[in-house]
């Protein structure tokens, strides 16, 4: 006798989603993970000395490692500007849910090795939960310093200046790396405590509200709230009705 999937709905079953992701934060997501997943595979390419040997990502676009690496870096920028002029209350709001701690946090970590695997996770407060909060101040401060060292490198062609910017580009690499591929490890929903967190991102954006109860409980309480209709007034019942003729 077979077992259905985690993932698996009964047939006919209403499914309970919540929509964890605009598509404009979705469409700038993966345009952010496009790129800077090519940077990674090319700046670590390049960096171990592999110039003279073209990569796969060299020889499906047909240009060398290095321009390729240049080029993906100025749609990097072109996208962290759009988003700034564009998305301007976006990243407010991100800034301010991400730079936001709370008391209780340090208890949510002591039980985050076990709750990967368990999924009981410690309550916590907010759109992200600490770790979240961590990764994303990282992410934020990594990748501006590759963005703006990354144009230094292609505008400056040597000196200290050079000097001090390569610095950069290289330590904020070995900063992000690790965190990147967490992130893509926590986000793919590989690990049993974020099963289905992947559709957050994916998929329009919905992801079942049992996963987002599990992960994000605060927050699916407050999306819970807004979505529950008014009750409507239907007018004085009749025993109000009555009561009121009674006493005129």
């Known amino acids: 006798m077979g077992t259905e999937p985690d993932d698996a709905e009964p047939e006919g079953a209403q499914t309970d989603v919540v929509e964890r992701n605009t598509r404009p934060a979705r469409w700038f997501h993966a345009g952010v993970y496009a790129t800077v997943l090519v940077l990674l595979a090319t700046g670590w390419w390049l960096g171990l000395g592999r110039e003279g040997s073209p990569s796969v990502l060299a020889r499906v676009t047909g240009t060398s490692d290095a321009e390729l690496h240049t080029l993906t870096g100025w749609a990097l920028a072109g996208l962290t500007a759009l988003a700034a002029v564009v998305g301007m209350r976006g990243w407010r709001t991100f800034w301010q849910e991400s730079v936001r701690f709370r008391h209780g946090d340090a208890a949510w970590f002591r039980r985050w090795?076990?709750?990967?695997?368990?999924?009981?996770?410690?309550?916590?407060?907010?759109?992200?939960?600490?770790?979240?909060?961590?990764?994303?101040?990282?992410?934020?401060?990594?990748?501006?310093?590759?963005?703006?060292?990354?144009?230094?490198?292609?505008?400056?062609?040597?000196?200290?200046?050079?000097?001090?910017?390569l610095l950069v580009h290289r330590w904020s690499t070995y900063v992000v790396t690790p965190v990147v591929v967490g992130h893509v490890i926590i986000a793919s929903g590989i690990l049993p405590g974020y099963r289905g967190v992947w559709r957050a991102m994916h998929l329009g954006g919905h992801l079942r509200r049992a996963d987002a109860e599990r992960v994000w409980p605060t927050w699916t309480e407050r999306t819970r709230t807004k979505e529950e209709p008014c009750p409507e007034y239907e007018g004085p019942s009749h025993e109000e009705r009555s009561s009121s003729r009674e006493r005129d």
Not at 115 to 129: I, K, N, P, S
Not at 135 to 143: E, Y
């Open 113 to 165: 090795p076990a709750a990967v695997l368990t999924g009981r996770f410690g309550r916590h407060e907010g759109r992200f939960d600490p770790g979240q909060r961590i990764a994303n101040l990282v992410l934020l401060v990594t990748l501006l310093a590759l963005v703006v060292s990354g144009i230094g490198l292609v505008l400056v062609s040597g000196g200290p200046a050079f000097v001090w910017f």
